[in-house]
T-cell receptor, first 111, second 116 residues
Framework: LAKTTQPISMDSYEGQEVNITCSHNNIATNDYITWYQQFPSQGPRFIIQGYKTKVTNEVASLFIPADRKSSTLSLPRVSLSDTAVYYC????????????FGTGTRLQVFP | DSGVTQTPKHLITATGQRVTLRCSPRSGDLSVYWYQQSLDQGLQFLIQYYNGEERAKGNILERFSAQQFPDLHSELNLSSLELGDSALYFC???????????????FGEGSRLTVL
């Protein structure tokens, strides 16, 4: 399973766009990139998943460059309720030995 | 609501005791995962079951054990409890093997264990 590296924390203000980058230099051909959001004392919640290029849903966008060694979660116009920890997870359906979330990125949104 | 149910939500016990945490996965999900999250720590993967069989094992202590029953619910047994076992224990489920395409994990609300 590819190891991931994310910034420990980020600060932003309401209405701004936030980009959180995850490095996964050892990503394998079959690996997908999945992002989760976790609020205090709650279980993580799926945000978005992608394999290459760009994926967009009603919550976020995920940008993956051609070499797939990193990915960027983009949150448009954040609000106070986006304050949470964001985890990047890289893996595939066939060789999932350990689903390791890592330390995540703690996003703090200020008014 | 993720569809994953965990009981109990809160549990307070003493050192040396044994507890059982229960998880009911989303309807139709075959995989169940257990995670431990201590205060201000990341999610530590403990163990995964797929359709009744152990699929992957993470940093699970020997004092801990788990199983998945024929109806697909799972139980995590924690014995000889220590103060350091105080944590949130999350169960998650997925339709197949998580991580790959469509392998979204659905997490329950967790069971908060306090060992005094």
């Amino acid at each position: 399973l590819a190891k991931t590296t994310q910034p420990i924390s980020m600060d932003s203000y309401e209405g701004q766009e936030v980009n959180i980058t995850c490095s996964h230099n050892n990503i394998a051909t079959n690996d997908y990139i999945t992002w989760y959001q976790q609020f205090p004392s709650q279980g993580p919640r799926f945000i978005i998943q992608g394999y290459k290029t760009k994926v967009t849903n009603e919550v976020a966008s995920l940008f993956i460059p051609a070499d797939r060694k990193s990915s960027t979660l983009s949150l448009p116009r954040v609000s106070l309720s986006d304050t949470a920890v964001y985890y990047c997870l890289v893996g595939d359906s066939f060789n999932t030995d350990k689903l390791i979330f890592g330390t995540g990125t703690r996003l703090q949104v200020f008014p | 609501d993720s569809g994953v149910t965990q009981t109990p939500k809160h549990l307070i016990t003493a050192t040396g005791q044994r507890v059982t945490l229960r998880c009911s996965p989303r309807s139709g999900d075959l995989s169940v995962y257990w995670y431990q999250q201590s205060l201000d720590q990341g999610l530590q993967f403990l163990i995964q079951y797929y359709n009744g069989e152990e699929r992957a094992k993470g940093n699970i202590l020997e004092r801990f054990s788990a199983q998945q029953f024929p109806d697909l619910h799972s139980e995590l047994n924690l014995s000889s409890l220590e103060l350091g076992d105080s944590a949130l224990y999350f169960c998650a489920s997925s339709g197949g093997i998580a991580g790959g395409q469509g392998g979204e994990l659905f997490f329950g609300e967790g069971s908060r264990l306090t060992v005094l």
